[in-house]
């Protein structure tokens, strides 16, 4: 399979404990997006890297969100003390950024759902 | 702040039947506008995307049409089949800046009947 893969796919756990995500982008890709959705909502930008650089953080990614892409391969998204708010399908996508390419298509994976008991 | 608004939130079509999704956008710095279908269990997938430039774009039973003074764009399936009932957003983008983070509409879950 060589699309964009995530785990856990499904992750419950209670108030207050850590959690951690992992994804593995296209092997090619060089950037990769963080989204979250919530239940009947679309997709919600959290951040991004370029290769190992995290460029951008959303507003919505509060201090208790911490995110990696240690060598430009796979990311981890940690949540710390989880909050019941903090329940939602958490989206990774990958894209390949090439000069002279306007737009290069976000393929996603298909999520780990969260759930804050 | 909703900067894609979309619309209906569901939306139940005959087989055979055109189905109509309808979107508004508040940037007008947004140049790239894609449709996503997601399954339940599955991220989306991109369907078709649209630039300004062009007023309409189809592939295969889908359509894109675009208004850019009323700033809307609206998905069109031509000959829905129940395989085409999923949730479709429509999202947003800055190309040409080195961010293009996705802005997604809250999603239009349509079903299919037989």
């Known amino acids: 399979d060589t699309g964009v893969s995530q785990d856990p796919r499904h992750k419950i756990t209670k108030r207050g404990q850590n959690v951690t995500f992992r994804c593995d982008p296209i092997?090619?890709?060089?950037?990769l997006y963080w989204y979250r959705q919530t239940l009947g909502q679309g997709p919600e930008f959290l951040t991004y890297?370029?290769?190992?650089?995290?460029?951008?953080k959303s507003r919505l990614l509060s201090d208790r969100f911490s995110a990696e892409r240690p060598k430009g391969s796979f990311s981890t998204l940690e949540i710390q003390r989880t909050e019941q708010g903090d329940s939602a399908m958490y989206l990774c996508a990958s894209s390949l950024e090439a000069s002279g390419r306007s737009y290069n298509e976000q393929f996603f994976g298909p999520g780990t759902r969260l759930t804050v008991l | 702040q909703q900067q894609v608004k979309q619309s209906p939130q569901s939306l139940i079509v005959q087989k055979g039947g055109i189905s109509i999704i309808n979107c508004a956008y508040e940037?007008?710095?947004?140049?790239?506008f894609p449709w996503y279908q997601q399954f339940p269990g599955k991220g989306p997938a991109l369907l078709i995307a649209i630039r300004p430039d062009v007023s309409e774009k189809k592939e295969g039973r889908f359509t894109i049409s675009f208004n850019k003074s009323a700033k809307q764009f609206s998905l069109h399936i031509m000959d829905s089949q129940p395989g085409d009932s999923a949730t479709y957003f429509c999202a947003a983008t800055i190309a040409d800046t080195g961010r293009r983070a996705l802005t997604f509409g809250s999603g239009t879950r349509l079903q299919v009947q037989p």
């Open positions: 092997s090619e890709h060089n950037r």
């Open positions: 940037n007008t710095a947004f140049d790239y």
């Open positions: 890297f370029q290769n190992e650089a995290q460029l951008e």
